[in-house]
């Protein structure tokens, strides 16, 4: 892949946030410049085996989970993470079917639970970390809350590096693409902890009959605006480094999954940032951890080549999304009264007179739950839980020895 390299590295305390790179090529023939990286495609093969993919969906149509699924690299692992019906239609039972096939077919490594199985939440409960269960313990609704027990499944897999890619996505080739992009960055990366967070170049929408080429959703460019006004004012120099707020696609090192903690639903990817410039920037209360502080936490953020075509979900998802989005800047301990005080006003019409944005219930990191054991209570128990493991590496190596 030959990638740009960012031109500026902002730095905030232990965080480091580059400015935004392009994808230029995602095939290359070894040609380096000082203002582009060659990422050679057996490195990149090299990340992905090390890397899970993290899939949470709910109520998507099956064609498009299927290309989804079709579309991650063979080397990498999937971990298919559903909230979908099973009342009326059992939903998870087409989803589960779906990932069968695939197996049968391909030999991936391949696991699915369902965020509503009694057994997750059991592990869950067993393991101490009840902040996502509801009374009866069975895990909340919520895409962060999925993405959580996505997370451990993948830790228990052994991967270093853990990626999420949405289910609604209209074009199989881009979900590709966004994966190799993840493993591009962290062959960029210098830190065990470190995040690629993905900006599409494109959102395509219908106007008019035809399609236009929108750069910018409404909730990412607000979000983006006050997570940049928030380290302008704390910095005091403007800053726009910040593009990827609401980044659904991202991918993380375990490594820094272990120390993160985690906002509800989807207020989750924006969270990200007000977590790691909350914890670990530099008007931090105290150094939480001294060899993150050392290393330093690297924050890449690239643009895509595809434009990104997904369901529309709608004005109230929207809306609920730029509200989370932005409850979460303005519960920040670095928001001062004039950055709530634009908070506000942006959100006006969301809110009733006087009302303020309430705060997103907020996960304390997994790092101390024992992946191995968690999954160990899934396994045999779960009505719901599959894992495929991989069969052709094996017969690879067999072929050379
Ligand atoms: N496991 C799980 N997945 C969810 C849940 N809610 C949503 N998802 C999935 O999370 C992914 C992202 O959700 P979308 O509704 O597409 O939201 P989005 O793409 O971030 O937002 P838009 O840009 O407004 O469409 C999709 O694959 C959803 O099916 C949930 O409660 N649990
Ligand atoms: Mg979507």
């Not at 298919?80 to 059992?90: F, G, I, P, T």
């Not at 067993?126 to 895990?139: F, I, Q, R, S, T």
């Not at 120390?259 to 509800?264: K, R």
């Not at 410039?277 to 008007?283: A, I, Y």
């Amino acid at each position: 892949m030959l990638i740009e390299i960012p031109r500026r590295t902002e730095i905030f305390g232990s965080v480091e946030i580059n400015e935004l790179q392009r994808v230029l090529k995602l095939d290359s023939g070894g040609f380096t410049n000082p203002r582009v990286k060659d990422i050679p495609f057996e490195e990149l093969k090299k990340v992905l085996r090390r890397l899970a993919i993290v899939i949470p969906v709910k109520d998507e149509s099956t064609q498009l989970l299927d290309g989804v699924l079709r579309s991650i690299p063979f080397d990498c692992s999937i971990i298919v993470v559903s909230n979908s019906e099973r009342d009326k239609h059992d939903l998870y039972k087409m989803e589960k079917d779906i990932i069968t096939k695939l197996h049968d077919l391909t030999q991936q490594e391949i696991l699915g639970i369902h965020q509503k199985d009694p057994d997750l939440g059991f592990a869950f409960y067993e393991a101490g970390y009840d902040y996502l269960l509801d009374k009866d313990n069975l895990v909340r609704d919520g895409k962060s809350e999925g993405m959580i027990a996505g997370m451990l499944l993948a830790k228990s897999l052994g991967k270093d590096f853990i990626g999420f890619a949405d289910a609604d996505n209209y074009v199989p080739g881009s979900v590709r693409e966004y994966v190799l992009d993840y493993a591009a960055g962290f062959c960029m990366s210098n830190s065990p902890y470190s995040m690629v967070r993905l900006h599409w170049r494109y959102k395509p929408k219908v106007v008019e009959d035809r399609l236009y080429f929108k750069r910018w959703g409404r909730v990412s460019e607000s979000t983006n605006k006050y997570l940049n006004l928030l380290l302008s004012t704390n910095t005091r120099f403007e800053t726009g480094v910040v593009l990827t707020g609401n980044a659904g696609e991202h991918a993380l090192t375990a490594k820094l999954a272990d120390i993160m903690s985690f906002s509800t639903d989807f207020s989750i990817e924006p969270y990200h940032f007000v977590y790691l410039f909350d914890v670990f920037g530099q008007k931090a209360k105290e150094i939480l951890d001294l060899d993150v502080a050392s290393s330093g936490i690297e924050i890449f953020q690239i643009e895509t080549l595809n434009p990104h075509i997904h369901e529309e979900k709608g004005e109230k998802h929207i809306k609920n999304m730029l509200l989370s989005s932005l409850s979460t800047i303005y519960h920040s301990d670095l928001c001062n009264d004039y950055v709530k005080s634009k908070v506000l006003d942006e959100l006006k019409e969301l809110l009733e007179t006087g009302e303020m944005p309430g705060e997103n219930i907020v996960m304390p990191p997994i790092g101390r739950i024992d992946a191995n054991k968690f999954t160990k209570l899934l396994e045999g128990q779960s009505e719901t839980f599959v894992k495929f493991e991989q069969g052709a590496i094996e017969r690879e190596v067999e072929n050379e020895e």
